[in-house]
């Protein structure tokens, strides 16, 4: 059942018109539905238990802390890849023993803070960074739990931009180094070296990459255990793709279900940073048509929320379905849908087929949760827009739109 659908003519969240929502808060605004976020949730959380499994959602996917809140408390941890993440974690109430920490770049002060937060475990994707580790950890008195981070060199068939385990990319170890990084740890007094960690990619549409990555990772694993170490945590990262037109990935319980048979007789706890497929489809992009224009070329329909607030299509040419909220018969138009943004790659979408919109009506921008707020700038001197959250028939705003004064608030014109 989808969350968002069709009354009459009405597109509505949940029990909510989009219309009236948009008249309280304005548009542009990102519009999740509770129901839906829930539903992936158990969907995911359901098929993680055929393994003995702690679930780290992907905080970069979407942070409001709302949404890491209703995560955080249904018993999942977080996936970080900042000191910025670690604190709205926390503050979104996680329990820090769930909390895997991840990024080619952490800093000294990062690193204390993640150490005084007493997070479950680092996911090194260097040499240098566990030696910082092991330094940071020494001042502190602590030993830091760590995993290697592991580059298989696997092809994920994904945008070049979202793939992260091919030997050109910049994230993890090679496979080659890996053991070396291994052996070399075992010299540091400061951290207890407990894991093995790969992320590949993200939005996979296909199960043979995942089987391939966890394919090698267990070789390394079954190598690492004959030399003595004892891997208690297998990381396997995130990176199950969604529908944004028509690609049909592989279900949860499939994807858990495959990793389960090549993992065969694995003891230690399985961890998964699942962001995109949680959240992607539970949450829209509302934006208002501003005008038509007609340049004799090409119809564009502008709208008011452009590529600062949703930057996927103009970043990795990303498709997201764009539907009018109130349906409407009658001729439909070929039009390029776009911002108000002073860049040619300020586009919500290309050649769509549309119904003829008018100015003042509302367009859906679907699959819009996940990376859509978290990614979104104020490029252009544009307040960023608020988040709205529905419940059954409430809708609450669980972030507020910038205001001019915010633009500004943290600059100084000097002397
Ligand atoms: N774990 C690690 C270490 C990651 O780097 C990522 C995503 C995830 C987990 C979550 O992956 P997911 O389950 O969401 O696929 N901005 C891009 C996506 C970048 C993903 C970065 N890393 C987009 O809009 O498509």
């Known amino acids: 059942m989808n969350d968002f659908v069709f009354k009459e003519n009405e597109l509505y969240c949940e029990e909510v018109p989009v219309r009236h929502i948009a008249s309280g808060v304005g548009t542009p605004f990102y519009l999740y539905s509770l129901a839906t976020l829930k539903r992936h949730f158990n969907v995911f959380n359901e098929s993680s238990k055929i393994l003995d499994s702690i679930v780290c959602y992907s905080v970069k996917a979407n942070s409001n802390i709302a949404i890491l809140n209703f995560l955080f408390k249904m018993g999942w941890g977080a996936d970080i890849v900042s000191g910025g993440e670690l604190f709205r974690a926390i503050k979104a109430g996680v329990d820090t023993q769930k909390v895997v920490y991840s990024g080619v770049g952490k800093t000294e002060s990062e690193i204390e803070f993640a150490l005084k937060s007493d997070i479950l475990m680092f996911n090194v994707e260097s040499l240098p960074e566990v ?230 009506d509302l367009l859906a921008v679907y699959g819009a949760g996940a990376y859509g707020f978290s990614m979104s700038s104020n490029y252009n001197s544009r307040p960023r827009v608020a988040e709205v959250l529905v419940d059954k028939d409430k809708y609450c705003v669980i972030r507020q739109r910038e205001t001019y004064d915010d633009l500004i608030a943290k600059e100084f014109i000097p002397g």
């Open 131 to 360: 030696f910082l580790i092991d330094k940071v950890a020494g001042n502190l008195g602590k030993k830091a739990r760590i995993s290697f981070r592991i580059n298989p060199n696997v092809d994920p068939k994904t945008h070049p931009y979202i793939s992260t385990g091919l030997k050109q990319n910049k994230f993890g170890i090679s496979i080659k180094h890996a053991f070396f990084a291994y052996e070399k740890s075992k010299e540091l007094k400061n951290v207890d070296v407990a894991g093995l960690d790969c992320h590949i990619g993200s939005q996979l549409t296909e199960i043979s990459p995942f089987n391939d990555a966890v394919t090698i990772i267990r070789d390394l694993l079954v190598k690492l255990t004959a030399s003595g170490f004892d891997i208690k945590y297998l990381d396997l990262g995130g990176g199950l793709g969604i529908t944004y037109e028509n690609e049909i990935p592989p279900h949860p319980s499939t994807y858990m279900n495959s990793i389960k048979s090549i993992l065969e007789n694995y003891k230690g706890k399985v961890i998964f940073e699942p962001g995109r497929v949680i959240v992607g489809n539970s949450g829209i992009f509302v934006t208002k048509v501003v005008y038509n224009k007609d340049t004799g070329n090409k119809n564009f329909v502008i709208v008011d929320g452009g590529m600062n607030d949703l930057i996927r299509p103009a970043l990795y040419e990303a498709y997201h379905e764009i539907i009018p909220v109130t349906k409407k018969s009658g001729p439909r138009i070929r039009a390029d849908v776009v911002g108000p943004i002073c860049e040619s790659a300020d586009f919500l979408g290309k050649d769509r087929l549309l119904s003829q919109v008018q100015e003042g």
